[in-house]
């Protein structure tokens, strides 16, 4: 009895949202190239790189900066992450550039006096890693990029978007031109 008022609630629902199958999105397909991203301003940056003649990587890495300021919920220049990448020829790469410790961390510091383990490593100035996306974007652009790095960053002004302009900044702050700390291995 119960389950059958469930279902019925359930059908009641999906009549009411007027949701159906003839309704939901079909995937798209594409033969020459496709950016996705939550964003959709991001996703057309990406977009507008692919047309004016760059590759792949250099799309990642506009959606990538991009999202940083249009979902920066999404994580960006604050955080880290992976890319794993497949050529038209074949060959792989994987680039690792997930958040760091800080130089001075140690196997113990979340560890008080008495033994037991601290919120340090969730609150407070101890927390944080060092981010890593910057540079990460960096090796990506110096192993498979085409285009100028200035034409990856999202720039003022251009087709309505409103954009910062503070990413040379954040490039020199996270040290562009040094890749420490970030992996990159070939498949």
């Not at 944080?128 to 498979?144: A, D, N, S, Y």
């Amino acid at each position: 009895m119960r389950s059958t008022a469930l279902l019925l609630i359930s059908l009641l629902i999906l009549l009411l949202t007027g949701a159906t199958t003839s309704q939901a999105r079909q995937p798209v397909r594409a033969k020459q190239g496709m950016v996705v991203a939550q964003e959709p301003h991001a996703a057309e940056v990406g977009l507008r790189v692919l047309r004016s003649g760059g590759n792949a990587a250099d799309a990642a890495i506009a959606v990538a900066m991009a999202l940083a300021v249009t979902l920066p919920s999404a994580g960006n220049i604050g955080g880290g992450g992976f890319l794993v990448l497949r050529k038209a020829d074949g060959s792989t790469a994987f680039v690792d550039f997930r958040e760091r410790a800080p130089l001075r961390a140690s196997a113990n510091m979340y560890i008080g006096k008495d033994g037991k383990p601290t919120r340090d490593n969730l609150v407070g100035w101890r927390a944080p890693g060092i981010p890593g996306t910057v540079r990460g974007m960096e090796l990506v652009h110096q192993k498979f990029g085409t285009k100028p790095w200035t034409e990856l960053l999202p720039a003022r002004g251009g087709s309505g978007e409103k954009w910062i302009s503070g990413f040379v900044g954040i490039c020199a702050i996270a040290g562009i031109g040094r890749t420490s700390g970030v992996q990159y291995t070939r498949g």
